[in-house]
């Protein structure tokens, strides 16, 4: 079991650029999320889903897209990549049932100049 | 939406016990209470989560009083590894409850030989 899996680990982009954050979970859960942590701070909750078709703003969803067309993947996409989106992303699932706690990746540290 | 409000940082020494406490004054009747730990350069992990009375894991324990606004995590004998982020979170974690879960900056924890 693979458990929650980020790629890539590392990202630098220049301002502009576009890119897409895998996120893929082999636990069957229907919930899935993306966080973003800034140093020495919290997580903040960009977009999340409660199953394929179905994603939904979070507190800071500027910037960022998301899509759900399977179970096991929720892709966090970068339309136009600005050095206020540098980050520690987070990607996050739970099973549907009361109460289960949320399972994290590892993470993937983007740097954008 | 409960908020919760803990301690910025504290420090220990190898083998004693460590109590970080947790404030939840507007904890809601369908609320639980869940602590995750982060190491560096990971994603958050599960480590206990309660109602009421007392929890205990292999790895700590959570106390909550009756009137549940508070809790405490109690990591017994604490060692260099003990050294991390620990978040307390309050919420409904029902299905569709985990968009309203905020992690805080939590309490950073260092353990010194």
């Known amino acids: 079991n693979a458990g929650v899996t980020q790629t890539p680990k590392f990202q630098v982009l220049k301002t502009g650029q576009s890119m897409t954050l895998q996120c893929a979970q082999d636990m069957n859960h229907e919930y899935m999320s993306w966080y973003r942590q800034d140093p020495g701070m919290g997580l903040r909750l960009i977009h999340y889903s409660v199953g394929a078709g179905i994603t939904d703003q979070g507190e800071v969803p500027n910037g960022y897209n998301v899509s759900r067309s399977t179970t096991e993947d929720f892709p966090l996409r970068l339309l136009s990549a600005a050095p206020s989106q540098t980050s520690v992303y987070f990607c996050a699932s739970s099973s549907s049932r009361g109460n289960s706690p949320l399972h994290f990746g590892n993470g993937t540290r983007l740097t954008v100049t | ?113």
């Not at chain 2, 404030?23 to 869940?34: F, G, L």
């Not at chain 2, 206990?48 to 292999?58: A, F, P, S, W």
Request: charged residues 15%; hydrophobic residues 35%.
């Open chain 2, 1 to 113: 939406l409960a908020k919760t409000t803990q301690p910025i940082s504290m420090d220990s020494y190898e083998g004693q016990e460590v109590n970080i406490t947790c404030s939840h004054n507007n904890i809601a009747t369908n609320d639980y209470i869940t602590w995750y730990q982060q190491f560096p350069s990971q994603g958050p992990r599960f480590i206990i989560q309660g109602y009421k009375t007392k929890v205990t894991n292999e790895v700590a324990s959570l106390f909550i009083p009756a009137d549940r606004k508070s809790s405490t995590l109690s990591l017994p004998r604490v060692s260099l590894s003990d050294t991390a982020v620990y978040y307390c979170l309050v919420g409904d974690g029902l299905f569709g409850g985990y968009n309203k879960l905020i992690f805080g900056a939590g309490t950073r924890l260092a353990v010194h030989p």
